[in-house]
């Protein structure tokens, strides 16, 4: 991915950290930052997360895994 492809959809995917299966968000398209907020995660458990962004010709890059934690009840 070059600086100057258009980003077609850009988003992170989140997991449970140990878990196999993920899931993603779609936070939109363009280029630059973007922000993204989830609900719904359970209390007081480990998760994972990891940016990326698509091209139009289906080129992917992949941000840096981060891990927190979420607060308890």
Known sequence: MT???EVEVDGVDYWK?????????REGR?????????SGLEPATAYKAQAYA???????????????????E
């Open 54 to 72: 698509t091209t139009k010709i289906q080129d992917t890059a992949m941000g840096e895994i981060i891990s927190f934690t979420t607060l308890s």
């Open 30 to 38: 363009g280029s630059g930052f973007f922000t993204s907020q989830r």
């Open 3 to 5: 600086e100057n492809e």
């Open 17 to 25: 950290d140990g878990a196999a299966n993920n899931k993603f968000t």
